[in-house]
């Protein structure tokens, strides 16, 4: 399986309203519940007035378009950092999943993912 490297730092953030986030931007997950409204976007892309903040992740995704009968991909994949003291944030959309690591984490990260069979593009 390949995973392909996305080539900038990202952000997460709590976020009041959608008026606050750029929709012109080429990336960005939204997700909003009862409780709050967060967003994962790039850190040069992040809107000036949020909640909270956490700066510092890198992230990568699982190359290509996944089925849905598709079981245990992202659960191997968390699996292996886990057991490598490596702690994840991850994303879904409904054609692939997103994880991201924090930035000092990112090439053990790959660097065991790629020991473990997956290709790193």
Do not use: H
Not at 35 to 47: A, G, I, N
């Amino acid at each position: 399986m390949e995973l392909k490297k996305l080539d900038y730092d990202l952000t997460v953030c709590k976020v009041e309203t959608i008026t606050d986030i750029d929709m012109g931007t080429d990336f960005f997950f939204i997700g909003k519940t009862d409780e709050e409204m967060s967003l994962v976007c790039k850190t040069d892309d992040t809107p000036k007035k949020t909640i909270e903040r956490d700066d510092g992740w890198k992230g990568f995704r699982i190359q290509g378009v996944l089925d849905f009968s598709l079981i245990g991909i992202l659960s191997k994949l968390s699996g292996i950092l886990a057991e490598n003291n490596i702690g994840i944030f991850a994303v879904s959309t409904f054609n692939t999943d997103y994880i991201l690591v924090k930035a000092e984490n990112f090439e053990k990260a790959l660097s065991v993912l790629s020991a473990e069979g997956y290709t790193i593009a």
